[in-house]
């Protein structure tokens, strides 16, 4: 006999089963991780439905609880909440015995209900609501075993289950009722903790909180349909007046869930997921029974996840659409005889799968009817002997009884005589001897009674030995009737299973009815689909002739729609051009800068329609559009332009020039509407643009007057007055700092240099700046005038013009601020802060410069590249002036820090009182400077903007 080596002894091989059972545990424990966590986010459904399949791969909820309990529901609050929605979805879908495994874990649900519970608010209470939820449904299906976990049965089976008895519908409608209760708490609750900042429906913590109502819908679906119908069954039969508290309480939860299903389908997280059918604006009245028939059962739909199955033979693979017919009758015949035999595999599949789930079945049966005839000996047997203990029980505390009221007397006549005590004691001794006898098993022994009594004292002491004794056996009795209570509640869990495991059976059952029948439906389509074929043969030619008949009557229809649509571009440019002669826009205007601003839309759509061919009808519709509404803008807003011109005349041909604009454009819309070539056309319409641009220059010349003429000169005062200023600013800097280091010294000198010199890199970045505009300047003068002279340059861009003699009079001024506000600082007669207001000035009115030069400048320029650069560094001087006053501001006051060494209490509050009042007089101040700031700036921008007009 071979030996086995020592490591294949320590560690055998595991069989396949115990590997394929491992991973399955190690799968579902996975699942359930992923399911039940601690995101904020709402359950994932394949999780859930993997931890489902596992219930059926199983037939029990075992392996499930085994895992769910090890999660930390009792540590995380989200967890537990996920955890119950898991547990609700697996009663609801998993396995029927899941009902009968989980009848054990009621405890550890209200365990972590009761944890949760003491949080009065949010998931606290919604947890305490949910496992109450659940451990009633448990109660529900237990007493109530023939309903699945989803409720749904048919209206027989409800009648069944019933037993057709009205005491049942009467104690069933109260069970739904509590159920139903139960139910809308829990979503009073999930909605009562929403709101709108953080917990929503669009939020993933508020979809967390919202996705187990997926399933309260469902259980409250049916429990409606149910009451309804059982409501109008009791009043059948039972007066009203019984039925009062039924109705009342009915109606009430109609109005509840009438509203938990509006809020419900309000919401757009739940359009995707559930269709909730309404309910109807009133309740039905039980009191009539007409009522009753015009009810309708309205289901709750979820729509299903697509699943990645093999997909079913379908008709319409067997329908032959094409000519070649002969073809494709055989191969639909070859795959109908291939599907038949596939129906029959399966048929004789399904048979013996039927066969084996019945031989099981039966023995299930077999060995659950040995069971339940071993349990009902157990119980007889224990009944017995509970009877027995009842009566030995009674003997008992009859004799304690006895023995109490002996003793009494023997205590009250201690005194008599002695011989009567003494016969009552032999009594006693005799009694108690037969009790010890009797219940040796449950009584203490005892070596040896005491044959002498000293006194009634001794003998209480020994009854109430006795007494506890017999305490004893009441407590071995407690615990009998706590086993058997035991016993019938597992009584009560095989019967529940028993009835869940003859379901199966029926729905198997059924089940093969059901094939049965379809296999005889799919023969008889097979016969139905051959002769069908040759029908749908001549339709498919039928409907082929009518569709080329179709094409036909919509592409002359598509013509006849374009022909309509170019007509009433045509229509809008034709009013334009009327409208030029209309005496009521004699009071409109408009600036010629904004006409020739719209003379490139123009361009573009007589462009495009170049471009166009004749048979795209939608590029036709869309230029011919554009073409009108720009044409037509362009026509109106020139008849305003002419309103500006102080020349009648040269106005009233600038109108006429607007007129044959649109005229020629209209030539162009109906060439375009007959497919015709319109590049003519185009090039005319252009050309005729110009022109009025061109007009439209004069009209602006004219209005300059006498001040065009001087622009270039005001240009070139007003920058080379900047520029002087900007040196005289830096000069006297100098002389400052000069004078400064001769009279100053210690923290005044040094202060009186920072700011010096910060001011004097300011200046230098400004004049650079300067240097740099001008130069950025002179290139787009030069490149913008063309053949024409300097001055027409800026008569054509006065705007311009006058936009940069103003930002150069801007710099002017706040460089001067700049040189008085540093003078006074110097000589110890001014403030740090008008330093900063002056360097920021400068920096805004720098600013302004540079944005007045880059309007026109090319954007590729390297002298615009060198203006940006500039401006970089007077920004960057400013920074550096605003940082210098602050470092000075702090070292004067550490060089004036109040020294309070020597100061008394009354001295320290006079100076703490000082303080307060300072601090409010100039909180006022700043708050009356900023007011006249705020006026100040208001009053320079009214004139800024009369000056340029």
Known sequence: MASLSLPRVLNPRKTSLEIERENFEKTQAQALQKAINSNETPVKQKHVRSAIIGTFHTQSAKIFWAYALRLPAMDDRIVAWKLCHVVHKVLREGHPLCLVDSQRHKNDLDEIGKLWGHLKEGYGKMIRLYTTLLIYKLDFHRRNPRFPGHLGVTAEELESIAGNDINNYFQMTVEMFDYLDHVLDLQEAVFGSLNMARSNSMTMAGQCRLAPLIACIQDASKLYDYCVKIMFKLHMTLPPDILSGHRERFLKQFRVLKKFYESTSNLQYFKDLIAIPPLPENPPNFLIMGDFRTYVTQEVIVPQEPEHEEEPIVEGNLIDTTEEAPVHDTYNETMLIAAQEELIKEREFLRSQCEKFRHEINAVMRKNEKDVTKLRDKIGHLETELATKESELIQERQVKEDLLSQSFAVAQSQDSEQKVKNEKFDKLKELYVKLRNEHIQKIREKAEVEKKLSGALQTIQQLSELEKENDRLVEEEKQKYAELSALQKDKELFNM???????????????????????????????DIKKSSEELSYKLLDIERQLDRAQRDMQNQLKEMVIKCVESSENILKHAIEEVDNPALTALTCSPDYLRSLTNGCKESLHESTNVSSTNYSDIVTVANRLAHRHATYILQGRATCNTSPDISFGEKVAEACKVLGKIVLKLLSSLKRGENVEELAKEAKEKLEELATLADGISASLLGENAETLADMLDNEMSAMDKAIEEAANRIQDMLTRSRAADSGIKLEVNEKILDSCTTLMQAIRLLVQKSKFLQAEIVAQGRGSASTKEFYKRNHQWADGFISAAKAVAVAAKFLLSAADKVVINNGKLEQLVAAAQEIAASTAQLVVASRVKADRNSVNLQQLTQASKGVTTATGTVV???????????????????????????????????????????????????????????????????
């Open 497 to 527: 299973e028993t009835e869940i495991l003859k379901k199966s059976v029926m729905d198997a059952c059924r089940e093969k009815d059901n094939l049965k029948s379809e296999v005889a439906t799919l023969l008889q389509e097979k016969e």
């Open 883 to 949: 940082a210098t006053v602050k470092d000075c501001s702090e070292l004067i006051d550490e060089s004036e820090e109040l020294d309070v060494s020597n100061l008394s209490l009354h001295q320290a509050k006079r100076l703490e009182m000082d303080s307060q009042v300072r601090v409010l007089e100039l909180e006022k101040e700043l708050e009356q400077e900023r007011y006249r700031l705020a006026k100040l700036r208001k009053h320079h921008y009214q004139l800024a903007g009369e000056n340029e007009t």
